[in-house]
């Protein structure tokens, strides 16, 4: 579906990403996870082709997607980015049918079937009945899930989302990362986003990739990278982890003087 290949990029004398490579298969769940500065938020836009790498290729759907016209990639690949707040005299109904700016004709009017796809985002998002509220006078995690239904009424296969509960109190929380469990397994949707929360990522992914200072450093399903030497390794912290009915968690215990290493074994503890 995506693949980063052999990619280098570099915005300062501090940060360079060298030789990311990562392939994300459709259908898949995948969270970046990193302490602040590892290159999150940067390898997401390098995905969206909002940024441009200095050598290697992203690859969308088979196609190098430097090669593609933008309005090509904007009906396959939809990003939602960290900041967004910039449109709040619009209304929800409004900020939506932006998302069929890919697909509207020469004319710039929407037709038929861009007005339905607009209802089918409402529905999704549990929206309905808020079209012609302003997006000022909504609660957080309902203007959050109007800007994910701006998204959705691209009609794309690829959302990418750039820290989608960032700012919301819990309860708003679990109800966009339940949207979004939902738009994958309802809908297929292949799902690339940035999470600074680790129990939430290893909760809704499939597949989490952690970075640090550029780098990928651990690649896998959420019971082999929540490992103590991965917290240690990559963010200087001593952990517990515990099995959960699903997936595992961790809560933190202290600053770690040690150094970490590759996750061969861990040990889960039981809860109580």
Request: proline letters at 3%.
């Amino acid at each position: 579906m995506i693949s980063v290949n052999k990619v280098f990029y570099a915005h300062s004398e501090r940060f360079q990403m060298q030789n990311m490579n990562i392939h994300i298969k459709a259908g898949e769940v995948v969270s970046l996870i990193g302490p602040n500065g590892s290159g999150k938020s940067t390898l997401l836009r390098l995905m969206a082709r909002l940024l441009k790498q200095s050598e290697g290729d992203i690859v969308l759907d088979g196609k190098s997607i430097h090669t593609m016209k933008s309005a090509d990639v904007a009906k396959q690949l939809a990003m939602l980015p960290q900041m967004h707040d910039h449109q709040l005299d619009l209304t929800v109904k409004e900020l939506i049918e932006f998302g069929r700016g890919p697909h509207k004709s020469w004319r710039g009017r929407l037709n038929k079937e861009d007005e339905e796809i607009v209802d089918w985002a409402l529905s999704v998002t549990n929206l309905e009945g808020y079209e012609y509220r302003l997006l000022q006078s909504l609660s957080g995690g309902e203007r959050q899930r109007a800007w994910i239904a701006m998204t959705l009424a691209q009609r794309t296969n690829v959302l990418l989302l750039d820290e989608p509960t960032t700012f919301l109190d819990i309860v708003h929380q679990l109800e966009v990362m339940e949207l979004v469990k939902r738009l994958n397994e309802e809908f297929g949707m292949t799902i690339i986003m940035v999470l600074h929360d680790i129990n939430q990522a290893a909760q809704y992914s499939d597949r989490l990739l952690v970075l640090k200072r550029g780098k990928l450093q651990y690649d896998g399903i959420p019971e082999e990278v929540l490992c103590h030497e991965m917290f240690q390794h990559v963010f200087g912290i001593e952990v517990d982890i515990f099995q959960g009915s699903d997936k595992p968690f961790f809560t933190p215990k202290r600053i770690s003087k040690k150094g970490g290493a590759k996750c061969e074994q861990k040990n889960v503890l039981p809860l109580s």
